[in-house]
């Protein structure tokens, strides 16, 4: 599988984290489209179904993370 290049995972992430810190979710069809499209984005980019799985698969995927630790992928 092609993994997004850490630069585009960590931006990524920090626009999630602010939007979800703004809770986006409550706000305006704008801001819940956005967040919508950050975390759909993140699934795609990392493989996952669902945004905390895509997260944590993201994290994982950024520098100083062993290549190799599959604790993240699900039984």
Same mark, same amino acid.
């Given at each position: $599988? &092609? $993994?997004? !290049?850490? *630069? *585009? ?5 920090? =626009?999630?984290?602010? #939007? ?5 979710e409550?706000? %305006? %069809? =704008?801001?819940? =489209?956005r $967040? ?5 984005? #993140?699934? *795609? ?10 997260? *944590?698969?993201?994290r !994982?995927? &950024?520098?100083g993370v062993?290549?190799?630790?599959? %604790?993240?992928l %699900?039984?």
């Amino acid at each position: $599988m &092609l $993994m997004a !290049h850490p *630069v *585009v995972l960590r931006n990524l992430i920090e =626009q999630y984290d602010a #939007l979800r810190v703004l809770r986006a979710e409550e706000g %305006s %069809s =704008q801001a819940r =489209q956005r $967040m919508d499209d950050r975390a759909y984005i #993140l699934c *795609v980019s990392t493989g996952t179904g669902d945004i905390d799985t895509a997260l *944590v698969a993201a994290r !994982h995927g &950024l520098p100083g993370v062993r290549p190799d630790d599959d %604790s993240w992928l %699900s039984a």
